[in-house]
């Protein structure tokens, strides 16, 4: 499966952006599909997971209750809605996928086989 990450740009803080995953190849539907940032000089982190066997959602505590990751399967992509984005949310964010992960895998970036190329967010004050 091929993915492509879309959405990035610059906001301010407080704004809100949606990031898109898009998939080809093979329907993501069978895919547990994750979202991943890395900051300038950073680790890659886990930022959120969208189980496909169960329809489980993830995320990390830096972004419960302000991100939401869904997907659209008629589409075969999967969405990072980000509202009330800080500073700190400021990193390229990277989606991927993988057919086999289990729940304590899902956080772990390198447990994915299939990546799309990044899309930056800026966050300014």
């Known amino acids: 499966v091929q993915l492509q990450a879309s959405g990035g740009g610059l906001v301010q803080v407080g704004d809100s952006l949606r990031l898109s995953c898009a998939a080809s190849g093979r329907t993501l539907s069978r895919y547990s599909v994750g979202w991943f940032r890395q900051g300038s000089g950073k680790e890659r982190e886990f930022v959120a997971a969208?189980?496909?066997?169960?329809?489980?959602?993830h995320y990390a505590d830096s972004v419960k209750g302000r991100f939401t990751i869904s997907r659209d399967n008629a589409k075969n992509t999967v969405f990072l809605q980000m509202n009330g984005l800080k500073t700190e949310d400021t990193a390229v964010y990277y989606c991927?996928?993988?057919?086999?992960?289990?729940?304590?895998?899902?956080?772990?970036?390198?447990?994915?086989?299939?990546w799309g190329q990044g899309t930056l967010v800026t966050v300014s004050s």
């Open positions: 969208f189980k496909w066997n169960d329809g489980s959602s």
């Open positions: 991927a996928a993988d057919q086999r992960l289990i729940s304590s895998s899902l956080r772990s970036w390198r447990q994915y086989d299939y």
